[in-house]
């Protein structure tokens, strides 16, 4: 379920709609772009360890979760500051252009 607004005319109408999860996951992703990018990243973190797990050595299993963890969010938040940092630019050059034509 979500809210809506629409241009109709000089007035803004908010309706109220059914959104199915599919629907909300395909618009929260052309939103933000890099946010699934990011939770890929992650879930390719934990899968790689979790291999990765049998040859531990003899480290603990503990220590060897914990270090699994800080890695798996390390390459999320990396993800998400990459995808910040593009969104920014992008931004910065689209003020730019639009200002640009402005003056001519």
Same mark, same amino acid.
């Given at each position: 379920?979500?809210?809506?607004?629409?241009?109709?005319?000089?007035?803004?109408?908010?309706?109220?709609?059914?959104?199915?999860?599919?629907?909300?996951?395909?618009?929260?992703?052309?939103?933000?772009?890099?946010?699934?990018? =990011?939770? $890929?990243?992650? *879930? %390719?973190?934990? @899968? !790689?360890?979790? /291999?990765?797990?049998?040859?531990?050595?003899?480290? +603990?299993?503990?220590?060897?979760?914990?270090?699994?963890?800080?890695?798996?969010?390390?390459? =999320?938040? $990396?993800?998400? *500051? %990459?995808?910040? @940092? !593009?969104?920014? /630019?992008?931004?910065?050059?689209?003020?730019?252009? +639009?200002?640009?034509?402005?003056?001519?």
């Amino acid at each position: 379920m979500a809210l809506t607004s629409r241009k109709m005319g000089k007035d803004d109408i908010v309706i109220f709609e059914e959104e199915s999860q599919s629907s909300r996951l395909s618009r929260k992703t052309k939103e933000t772009p890099m946010f699934p990018i =990011a939770i $890929g990243t992650c *879930t %390719l973190a934990v @899968a !790689y360890g979790a /291999y990765m797990f049998k040859n531990k050595g003899k480290m +603990s299993t503990s220590v060897y979760l914990m270090q699994l963890r800080v890695g798996a969010q390390g390459a =999320a938040v $990396g993800a998400l *500051t %990459l995808g910040l @940092a !593009y969104t920014m /630019y992008k931004n910065y050059l689209e003020r730019r252009e +639009s200002a640009k034509q402005h003056q001519d």
